[in-house]
């Protein structure tokens, strides 16, 4: 794999997040000072290889410890609607700060190790990289899941109250079309947040079968974390 600026001036070639040469100074790219968060929201849906060009480019990773937060609670909420559904669980609202430790923490922790890891297979496979663009790129893929979060909690609240999150009863028991509905826009936000991950690794590497291994990858592990680890962590936290 090979992801290079190259200097116009002595023709070095530099790591792709660099913003001059390492051999003669020049500058090599337009310089971005911060990450503009709406801009990047709409870039994502218009031209997400862009918008990952531009994380990797900002010399500031703004706005990620505020959005890793907002991941932790959505699949804090996420892992404790699986567990209540799966297991029986009848967990209330209440025992969210438990929840957020059992599925937002893990989920959080991990994107922060798989951002070393990637680092280092793309270090082996020849490309150039670091750690913050990692854990920026791998942070913001999520935003259509955070927006739908932000956008659709209200509603199913207003729809089924705490059942929503208790499943006793199952919303699907109370107002199934509606639980449909919200499910499939759910499924279908975690597929662009897949997408985007595959896009923001193919911006950095410009393999497109290693970008796909990647962004499968890493929703597998969430997937498997939010589904499996909440049970026995909410177990100990009691």
């Given at each position: ?5 190259v ?9 792709f ?6 051999k ?17 929201t ?90 913050a ?69 193919f ?36």
């Amino acid at each position: 794999m090979k992801n290079v600026l190259v200097c116009k001036n002595c023709g070095t070639e530099n790591p792709f997040y660099s913003m001059n040469c390492t051999k003669c100074d020049s500058y090599l790219r337009i310089r971005v000072s911060n990450i503009d968060l709406w801009q990047t929201t709409w870039q994502e849906f218009e031209s997400p290889i862009i918008a990952g060009e531009k994380i990797i480019h900002s010399d500031h990773k703004n706005f990620v410890i505020w959005l890793l937060i907002l991941i932790g609670i959505k699949y804090a909420t996420l892992s404790a609607m699986i567990h209540n559904s799966v297991y029986g669980s009848t967990e209330s609202m209440n025992a969210f700060p438990q929840a957020f430790i059992a599925g937002g923490v893990p989920v959080i922790l991990f994107l922060l190790f798989a951002s070393v890891i990637i680092k280092l297979l793309n270090n082996y496979f020849g490309i150039k990289n670091r750690v913050a663009d990692n854990v920026a790129l791998y942070t913001y893929c999520f935003i259509p899941q955070l927006l739908g979060f932000l956008i659709l909690t209200p509603i199913q609240f207003a729809l089924f109250g705490e059942y929503f999150f208790t499943f006793n009863p199952s919303p699907f028991l109370i107002k199934p079309m509606a639980a449909y509905v919200l499910l499939v826009i759910d499924v279908l936000l975690f597929l662009w947040s897949l997408v985007n991950a595959g896009s923001f690794t193919f911006a950095q590497t410009k393999n497109k079968a290693y970008s796909v291994v990647v962004a499968i990858c890493l929703s597998v592990a969430i997937l498997t974390i939010i589904y499996f680890l909440p049970g026995e962590l909410l177990i100990l936290l009691k």
